[in-house]
């Protein structure tokens, strides 16, 4: 009390949530306000806390909570809500702007600003395509008719009725107000104090110096600054929103016109740093420090660099002013020092060196990152200004002066390249000078050791000042600049124009267009209606409730995981890395805790167990080894943080860490003999047939993350009579229920599993979340209090597992014509340490590769067990890695044969009858084989021959830039499963229904809602033995310029679709996943085998920036079947699978590039075959184009001089 009452005199922190006064006299201030509202406030969750602010089932619906709902947005539901706040950011700060009143319904945001709102949102679920509509439907310059699929009208609907349709966005509503007594609250300086930390606030610099002074005294003290975002000028504590603000009216102001183009694209440059919310409370000066002493790849100061920005900063009562370059090239700031702001200078001191007024100034800034927009830190970046001038006599054009500044390319701060400034500086410029300028770029900009890609990053640096300096050689024989407007120089001038001529599809947002064609299915009316999702507005209002957001149990626990480090090593003990136990922590729980009766089971299923806890030997790295138990969330993984594993090495074998070495050491898994796929025909017999054969190719395929939007979570609660109640996000909570038994030595009947919803598991919460609950449950079991874990990303990264990393290698035999006779195939998979479903895989992989009939098919599937995390189901498992196996190999047929590879997918599609050959039973009747029609539908619907041949045309005349088209089929063999169903109609005609799965995103209780209207008793289904397999066909077909510039046409054969919305958000929403696997995300481990990608900081799922620009999508209604559930037919795993197309056109557009290298002698004969890995990130297109393609080209025009 005594304490409090001293904290209430020195002052207190009084606050607003939803116009709520909070009131806290003691508060430490390294608590976040997502930890505030979450353990301190009614409001459960940010999600539930936004969703009362906005509205919510009792008092009504926001109009974007309907609109999300209305427009198909929300499917696991758990980024819904962040996205509607998001939205609605945007909303409220487009209302503040002078724009002219949009019409009733619509807002002041325009389409662009409301895409960007949600760039730096991640979904894992929709494939963000619904999401953008929702947004882009409060727009007052959106076409209705843009929009895609919703539940207000149906295409074709006049526009009026389109608008009225809508719930309505009511604008008045939307203004959110500062507290009135807040105001009155607010003082000039304020300070909190807590036992561990204070927060000060300044008001005066005379305030700040005495307070540095003060903290001076105290040795050992740490102190970090954090701006106020209420700064003028571009003064450090200015938000990096509010300085792109203040830019951009700058450049509309007095300034001369250089200027204002260097402020312009300062302020375009700064809108692609992080996201709009970390831009909203990042500032300008907390950038530079981390840049100037933390090596932070910056993109502000690399652009302020070259602006020749000044900064100044304080140190006690010393105030200096000195360059940028200056300041970063000094040791890091220490903590008495202070930056006080940064001033772009002026160009006009510039131009007047160069009075003649035949000078022009340029100023360009550039950025190569995994995602334009959406959150990561870039590769290199790099900004230019020059002041050149036109020599009348020469009609050449001489560099005057420059600027050039390069950094994020894994150096310790951005640079001035000086020494090639001072090379430019006063030469004419021609290509002999470029090749020359380049040179020193080359030796300037070199990653430091252990920079990934170094020689990307340095190609980088030399396509850009080419970029920027190129159209300068070229202007001087086209005109003193003519035509130069900051277009990208890549593009040549006389290519462009034809370019333009040919693309008649401009991409002025991020996603351009989209078109979705269904038929609805009648029969069942009103069954196959396109009806929104069941729960979807209380998902996007926050008021949905997930594991995490039950309210905690009195006396409950916290958990969080220490796993290992060490892949194969005795454990000699685990200690905390602090002198006494870390704050909150109450108890280590290890394999020692199992009771008597129970056994060290974290995981179970009908192939075996997996352990719950290390023993007195690690198997892998991020294997569990305990559990710490806290008094919360936040010291649990503290704890868990300071805990330290002491390993013991000696006289142990090596790991393996490799499927080669498993080979080796015979270290396999067996595959059950009843579940090995069958192989087809006489390979011998086959390959003597071929005219032509490719033997012991290679292919390799790596993991992937299954990045649901929450963690693994769960909840146990000690009950009576020996029993344990566990919420937990499990997809499976039976497994759970099983595997927590084991463990506990208590039948099954003991334990009570509850599943609500699941925020997204994409396979992730199908087996990886029994040991999570089973941890909890046994903690809870052993001091008989509730515990509970809402895990941390980078401990879910590290313990998931993820899907099947793969080793092919294969031989095949061919016809000239493309034909395929025989194919061999060596698979090894790497299962990890425990089987989990496992052995599973080969008959999935094979399943799908089966979509082709190569004549005779045979193969060995090894299973190996490493000494890695044991892999698991991630949707599509087997299947998409086989049906890109078979894409792989007819592309290298094709690139042996000089043929385009679709005519050999043509050549070696099935009949019926070879289809029935491969495929058994699953392969139904002739009729039920729609995929030839789908190749034709897709040929004639998204004119594939026009496309090629448009595409070889924009090839032929573009340097730059290439452009793939691809068309692939998918073929998936679908095993249904006996499901129970339950319809209770209670006393007063209200309904139950209960269903055998649980809802994850998929849409499922939509979808049971629907059929159960006619039912009126429990009923389980059990597919019919003849059709308990069959197959689902589709065909997708991107054409793609390799930079994510791609456009996608997409049919899919949904059988009768039960619900047309939901079965379009699974194919859009599993395409994106798709594309995430073949072309950004890695998900990479250290040399002891423990994942080192481990947040969002490295591991890059597609954002809305980097989805498809025209997005097509068709759902063919194919005929019915009654043998299947309503002749419906699966449509959550298949289209994932056919995402491999766009790595297929982004190998032909490299194709292309690589037969310009060959063109210009620059590559052998080989430059067709050639593999291109998965994923098929930046580096790894530009290494394959030539990373030295500049240098070449230059040294071609040099040499032609
Ligand atoms: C997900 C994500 C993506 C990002 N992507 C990019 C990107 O692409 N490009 C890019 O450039 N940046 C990027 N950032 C960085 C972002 O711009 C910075 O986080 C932000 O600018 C830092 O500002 P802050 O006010 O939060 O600094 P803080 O975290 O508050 O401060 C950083 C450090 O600077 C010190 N400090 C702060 N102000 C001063 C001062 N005035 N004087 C002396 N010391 C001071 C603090 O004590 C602290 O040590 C990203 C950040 C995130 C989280
Ligand atoms: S709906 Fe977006 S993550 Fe599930």
Same mark, same amino acid.
């Given at each position: 009390?005594?304490?409090?009452?001293?904290?209430?005199?020195?002052?207190?922190?009084?606050?607003?949530?939803?116009?709520?006064?909070?009131?806290?006299?003691?508060?430490?201030p390294?608590?976040?306000?997502l930890?505030?509202?979450?353990?301190?406030?009614?409001?459960?969750?940010v999600?539930l806390?936004c969703?009362?602010?906005?509205g919510?089932?009792?008092?009504?619906?926001?109009?974007?909570?309907?609109?999300?709902?209305?427009?198909?947005?929300s499917?696991?539901?758990f980024?819904?809500p962040?996205?509607?706040?998001?939205?609605?950011?945007a909303l409220?700060?487009?209302?503040?702007?002078?724009?002219?009143?949009p019409s009733?319904?619509?807002?002041?945001?325009?389409?662009?600003?409301?895409?960007?709102a949600?760039a730096?949102?991640?979904?894992?679920?929709?494939?963000?395509?619904?999401?953008?509509?929702a947004?882009k439907?409060f727009?007052?310059?959106?076409?209705?008719e843009?929009?895609?699929?919703?539940?207000?009208?149906?295409?074709?609907?006049?526009?009026?009725?389109n608008?009225?349709?809508?719930?309505?966005?009511?604008r008045n509503?939307?203004?959110?107000t500062?507290?009135?007594?807040l105001k009155?609250?607010?003082?000039a300086?304020?300070?909190?104090d807590?036992?561990?930390?204070?927060?000060n606030q +300044?008001?005066s610099?005379q305030?700040?110096?005495g307070?540095l002074?003060?903290y001076d005294?105290?040795?050992?003290?740490?102190?970090?600054?954090?701006?106020?975002?209420?700064?003028i000028?571009?003064?450090?504590?200015?938000t990096?929103?509010?300085?792109?603000?203040?830019?951009?009216?700058?450049?509309?102001?007095e300034?001369?016109?250089?200027?204002?183009l260097?402020?312009?694209?300062?302020?375009?440059?700064?809108?692609?740093?992080?996201?709009?919310?970390?831009?909203?409370i990042?500032?300008i000066?907390? =950038?530079?420090?981390?840049?100037q002493g933390?090596?932070?790849?910056?993109?502000?100061a690399?652009i302020?660099?070259?602006?020749?920005?000044?900064?100044?900063?304080i140190?006690? &009562?010393?105030?200096?002013?000195?360059?940028?370059?200056?300041?970063?090239?000094?040791?890091?700031?220490?903590?008495?020092?202070?930056?006080?702001?940064?001033?772009?200078p002026?160009?006009?001191?510039i131009?007047?060196?160069y009075?003649?007024?035949?000078?022009?100034?340029?100023f360009?800034?550039y950025r190569?990152?995994?995602?334009p927009?959406?959150?990561?830190?870039?590769?290199?970046?790099?900004?230019?200004?020059?002041?050149?001038?036109?020599?009348?006599s020469?009609?050449?054009?001489?560099?005057?002066?420059?600027q050039?500044?390069?950094?994020?390319?894994?150096?310790?701060?951005?640079?001035?390249?000086?020494?090639?400034?001072e090379?430019?500086?006063?030469?004419?410029?021609?290509?002999?000078?470029?090749?020359?300028?380049?040179?020193?770029?080359?030796?300037? &900009?070199?990653?430091?050791?252990?920079?990934s890609?170094p020689?990307?990053?340095s190609?980088?640096?030399?396509?850009?000042l080419?970029?920027?300096?190129?159209?300068?050689?070229?202007?001087?024989?086209?005109?003193?600049?003519?035509?130069?407007?900051?277009?990208?120089?890549l593009?040549?001038?006389?290519?462009k124009?034809?370019?333009? =001529?040919l693309?008649?599809?401009?991409?002025?947002?991020l996603?351009?267009?989209?078109?979705?064609?269904?038929e609805?299915n %009648?029969?069942?009316?009103p069954?196959?209606e396109p009806?929104?999702?069941s729960?979807?507005?209380?998902q996007a209002?926050?008021?949905?409730?997930?594991v995490?957001?039950?309210p905690?149990?009195?006396n409950?626990?916290?958990?969080?995981f220490?796993?290992?480090?060490?892949?194969?090593a005795?454990?000699?003990?685990?200690r905390?890395?602090?002198?006494?136990?870390?704050?909150?922590?109450?108890?280590?729980?290890?394999?020692?805790?199992?009771?008597k009766?129970?056994?060290?089971i974290?995981?179970?299923?009908?192939?075996g167990?997996?352990?719950?806890?290390?023993?007195e030997?690690t198997?892998?790295?991020?294997?569990?080894?305990?559990?710490?138990?806290?008094?919360?969330?936040k010291?649990?993984?503290?704890?868990?943080?300071?805990?330290?594993v002491?390993?013991?090495?000696?006289?142990l074998e090596? +790991?393996i860490?490799t499927?080669?070495?498993?080979?080796?050491?015979?270290?396999?898994?067996?595959i059950?003999p009843?579940?090995?796929?069958?192989?087809?025909?006489?390979?011998?017999?086959g390959?003597?047939?071929?005219?032509h054969?490719i033997?012991?190719?290679?292919?390799?395929?790596?993991?992937?993350? $299954?990045?649901?939007?929450?963690?693994?979570?769960a909840?146990?609660v000690?009950?009576?009579?020996?029993?344990?109640?566990v919420?937990?996000s499990?997809?499976?909570?039976?497994?759970a229920?099983?595997?927590?038994?084991?463990?506990l030595?208590?039948?099954?009947?003991n334990?009570?599993?509850l599943?609500?919803?699941?925020?997204?598991g994409?396979?992730?919460?199908?087996?990886?979340?029994?040991?999570?609950?089973?941890?909890?449950?046994?903690?809870a079991?052993k001091?008989?209090r509730?515990?509970?874990?809402?895990?941390?990303?980078k401990t879910?990264m590290?313990?998931?597992g993820?899907?099947?990393?793969?080793?092919?290698t294969?031989?095949?035999g061919?016809?000239? =014509?493309?034909?395929?006779?025989?194919?061999y195939?060596?698979?090894l998979i790497?299962?990890?340490?425990?089987?989990?479903?496992?052995p599973?895989?080969?008959?999935a992989?094979?399943?799908?590769?089966k979509?082709?009939?190569?004549?005779?098919?045979?193969?060995?599937i090894?299973?190996?067990?490493?000494n890695?995390?044991?892999?698991?189901?991630?949707r599509?498992?087997?299947?998409?890695?086989?049906?890109y196996?078979?894409?792989a190999?007819i592309?290298?047929?094709?690139?042996?044969?000089?043929?385009?590879?679709?005519?050999v997918?043509?050549?070696?599609?099935?009949?019926?009858?070879?289809? %029935?050959?491969?495929?058994?039973?699953?392969?139904?009747? +002739?009729?039920?084989?729609?995929?030839?029609?789908?190749?034709d539908?897709?040929?004639?619907s998204?004119?594939?021959?026009?496309?090629?041949?448009?595409?070889?045309?924009?090839?032929?005349y573009n340097?730059? %830039?290439?452009?793939g088209?691809?068309?692939?089929?998918?073929v998936?063999?679908?095993?249904?499963?006996?499901?129970?169903g339950?319809?209770?109609?209670?006393?007063d005609?209200?309904i139950v229904?209960?269903?055998?799965?649980?809802?994850?995103g998929?849409?499922?209780?939509?979808?049971?809602?629907?059929?159960?209207v006619?039912?009126?008793?429990?009923?389980?289904?059990?597919?019919?033995?003849?059709?308990?397999? $069959?197959?689902?066909?589709?065909?997708?077909?991107?054409?793609?310029?390799?930079n =994510?510039?791609?456009e996608i046409?997409?049919?899919?054969?949904?059988?009768?679709?039960l619900?047309?919305?939901?079965?379009?958000?699974?194919?859009?929403g599993?395409f994106?996943?798709g594309?995430g696997?073949?072309?950004?995300?890695?998900?990479?481990?250290?040399?002891?085998?423990?994942?080192?990608?481990?947040?969002?900081?490295?591991?890059k799922?597609?954002t809305?920036?980097?989805?498809p620009?025209?997005?097509?999508?068709a759902?063919?209604?194919?005929?019915r079947n009654?043998?299947?559930?309503?002749s419906?037919?699966?449509?959550?795993e298949p289209?994932?699978?056919?995402?491999?197309?766009?790595?297929?056109?982004?190998?032909?557009a490299?194709?292309?590039?690589?037969?310009?290298?060959?063109?210009?002698?620059c590559?052998?004969?080989?430059?067709?075959?050639?593999?291109?890995?998965?994923p098929?990130?930046m +580096?790894?297109?530009k290494e394959?184009c030539g990373?030295?393609?500049?240098e070449?080209?230059?040294?071609?025009?040099?040499?032609?001089?």
């Amino acid at each position: 009390m005594e304490e409090e009452s001293e904290m209430a005199k020195k002052g207190h922190l009084v606050f607003a949530v939803n116009g709520q006064r909070f009131e806290l006299f003691t508060v430490d201030p390294s608590m976040t306000l997502l930890e505030f509202l979450r353990t301190q406030t009614p409001f459960k969750s940010v999600k539930l806390g936004c969703g009362e602010g906005l509205g919510n089932s009792k008092v009504g619906f926001h109009s974007i909570h309907k609109r999300f709902s209305g427009f198909h947005a929300s499917q696991c539901g758990f980024c819904t809500p962040g996205m509607c706040m998001s939205l609605f950011g945007a909303l409220v700060n487009a209302e503040k702007t002078d724009r002219p009143e949009p019409s009733p319904g619509y807002s002041k945001l325009t389409v662009l600003e409301a895409e960007k709102a949600i760039a730096g949102n991640l979904c894992r679920c929709t494939g963000y395509r619904p999401i953008a509509d929702a947004c882009k439907s409060f727009a007052s310059d959106v076409d209705m008719e843009d929009l895609g699929f919703n539940s207000f009208w149906k295409k074709g609907e006049r526009h009026e009725v389109n608008i009225s349709g809508l719930p309505l966005y009511n604008r008045n509503h939307e203004i959110c107000t500062f507290p009135a007594f807040l105001k009155r609250e607010v003082k000039a300086s304020m300070l909190i104090d807590s036992k561990r930390c204070s927060w000060n606030q +300044p008001s005066s610099f005379q305030e700040l110096q005495g307070l540095l002074k003060s903290y001076d005294a105290n040795n050992g003290v740490r102190m970090k600054l954090v701006g106020d975002h209420t700064g003028i000028e571009i003064g450090a504590s200015v938000t990096i929103s509010k300085a792109i603000e203040a830019l951009r009216e700058e450049s509309k102001g007095e300034f001369i016109s250089a200027s204002k183009l260097v402020f312009k694209k300062i302020a375009g440059h700064m809108e692609k740093v992080a996201a709009k919310f970390i831009r909203n409370i990042g500032s300008i000066g907390g =950038n530079l420090v981390m840049a100037q002493g933390k090596h932070f790849p910056s993109d502000i100061a690399t652009i302020l660099l070259a602006a020749g920005s000044f900064v100044h900063i304080i140190n006690g &009562v010393i105030h200096e002013k000195l360059t940028l370059e200056e300041f970063l090239e000094r040791p890091p700031l220490d903590s008495k020092s202070v930056l006080i702001s940064v001033r772009i200078p002026n160009c006009g001191s510039i131009k007047d060196v160069y009075p003649e007024g035949d000078s022009k100034l340029f100023f360009e800034t550039y950025r190569a990152a995994p995602r334009p927009l959406g959150n990561a830190l870039p590769y290199l970046n790099a900004a230019f200004l020059a002041e050149v001038s036109c020599s009348k006599s020469s009609n050449g054009i001489m560099m005057n002066s420059c600027q050039l500044a390069f950094g994020a390319f894994g150096t310790k701060h951005a640079i001035r390249a000086r020494k090639v400034e001072e090379f430019l500086t006063g030469n004419w410029l021609t290509n002999a000078v470029l090749c020359e300028a380049i040179k020193l770029v080359k030796a300037t &900009v070199v990653p430091d050791d252990g920079t990934s890609d170094p020689a990307y990053r340095s190609s980088l640096a030399v396509g850009f000042l080419f970029d920027f300096l190129g159209q300068l050689v070229d202007s001087s024989s086209n005109g003193w600049l003519k035509g130069y407007s900051g277009i990208s120089m890549l593009e040549d001038v006389i290519s462009k124009e034809k370019y333009d =001529n040919l693309d008649h599809v401009k991409y002025p947002t991020l996603l351009s267009s989209s078109k979705q064609v269904i038929e609805l299915n %009648k029969e069942y009316h009103p069954i196959g209606e396109p009806i929104t999702k069941s729960g979807s507005a209380l998902q996007a209002s926050g008021e949905a409730v997930y594991v995490d957001d039950i309210p905690s149990p009195g006396n409950c626990l916290y958990g969080s995981f220490i796993y290992s480090t060490k892949p194969f090593a005795r454990i000699k003990g685990i200690r905390f890395n602090s002198k006494s136990l870390p704050d909150g922590v109450t108890a280590l729980v290890s394999f020692k805790d199992i009771p008597k009766g129970g056994q060290n089971i974290g995981l179970l299923l009908s192939f075996g167990p997996e352990r719950l806890f290390a023993d007195e030997l690690t198997q892998y790295a991020g294997e569990p080894v305990a559990f710490v138990l806290a008094d919360s969330q936040k010291h649990a993984d503290v704890g868990a943080k300071l805990a330290v594993v002491d390993y013991d090495l000696e006289n142990l074998e090596s +790991p393996i860490l490799t499927v080669e070495e498993a080979v080796e050491r015979s270290s396999l898994f067996e595959i059950p003999p009843v579940i090995c796929p069958k192989q087809v025909g006489d390979f011998s017999k086959g390959i003597a047939e071929a005219d032509h054969k490719i033997l012991s190719a290679k292919i390799k395929l790596g993991s992937q993350y $299954y990045f649901y939007m929450e963690n693994q979570t769960a909840l146990a609660v000690p009950d009576e009579d020996n029993c344990m109640v566990v919420y937990s996000s499990i997809q499976c909570p039976e497994y759970a229920q099983a595997a927590i038994a084991k463990c506990l030595g208590v039948p099954e009947h003991n334990v009570r599993v509850l599943t609500r919803r699941v925020g997204g598991g994409f396979g992730g919460k199908v087996t990886k979340s029994m040991p999570v609950a089973t941890a909890c449950a046994l903690a809870a079991h052993k001091y008989q209090r509730p515990v509970r874990i809402s895990m941390n990303r980078k401990t879910d990264m590290i313990m998931a597992g993820g899907r099947h990393p793969m080793k092919i290698t294969y031989s095949v035999g061919f016809k000239s =014509n493309g034909k395929i006779t025989a194919l061999y195939l060596d698979i090894l998979i790497d299962a990890g340490i425990s089987l989990d479903i496992s052995p599973m895989m080969p008959k999935a992989v094979v399943g799908a590769l089966k979509k082709y009939n190569w004549g005779a098919l045979s193969f060995d599937i090894k299973l190996c067990k490493t000494n890695l995390s044991s892999k698991s189901a991630m949707r599509g498992p087997g299947d998409l890695q086989g049906s890109y196996i078979a894409e792989a190999i007819i592309e290298q047929v094709a690139s042996f044969l000089s043929v385009d590879a679709d005519s050999v997918r043509a050549i070696n599609f099935h009949t019926y009858d070879s289809l %029935k050959l491969f495929y058994d039973v699953s392969a139904g009747d +002739p009729l039920e084989y729609t995929l030839t029609s789908i190749w034709d539908k897709l040929a004639t619907s998204a004119c594939f021959n026009q496309r090629t041949q448009m595409i070889k045309e924009f090839n032929r005349y573009n340097i730059w %830039k290439k452009r793939g088209i691809s068309r692939i089929p998918c073929v998936y063999d679908v095993s249904m499963r006996p499901t129970p169903g339950k319809v209770s109609i209670l006393h007063d005609g209200s309904i139950v229904v209960e269903v055998g799965g649980i809802e994850l995103g998929q849409g499922l209780w939509t979808k049971a809602y629907l059929e159960a209207v006619n039912l009126s008793v429990n009923s389980f289904f059990i597919p019919d033995f003849a059709s308990k397999q $069959y197959l689902n066909y589709g065909g997708s077909r991107p054409s793609d310029r390799a930079n =994510n510039n791609f456009e996608i046409r997409y049919l899919y054969d949904c059988g009768q679709s039960l619900n047309p919305a939901v079965d379009l958000g699974q194919i859009e929403g599993a395409f994106v996943q798709g594309i995430g696997f073949f072309m950004l995300e890695e998900y990479t481990t250290n040399s002891d085998g423990l994942i080192d990608t481990e947040g969002t900081r490295t591991y890059k799922i597609p954002t809305i920036d980097t989805i498809p620009k025209q997005l097509n999508v068709a759902l063919l209604h194919s005929g019915r079947n009654p043998k299947r559930v309503l002749s419906s037919k699966a449509s959550g795993e298949p289209p994932l699978l056919l995402a491999a197309s766009v790595h297929c056109a982004t190998k032909a557009a490299i194709s292309e590039a690589r037969k310009q290298l060959h063109s210009w002698g620059c590559l052998d004969g080989s430059h067709l075959t050639f593999q291109v890995g998965v994923p098929a990130t930046m +580096p790894i297109v530009k290494e394959l184009c030539g990373l030295d393609v500049v240098e070449r080209y230059l040294q071609c025009k040099v040499g032609r001089n």
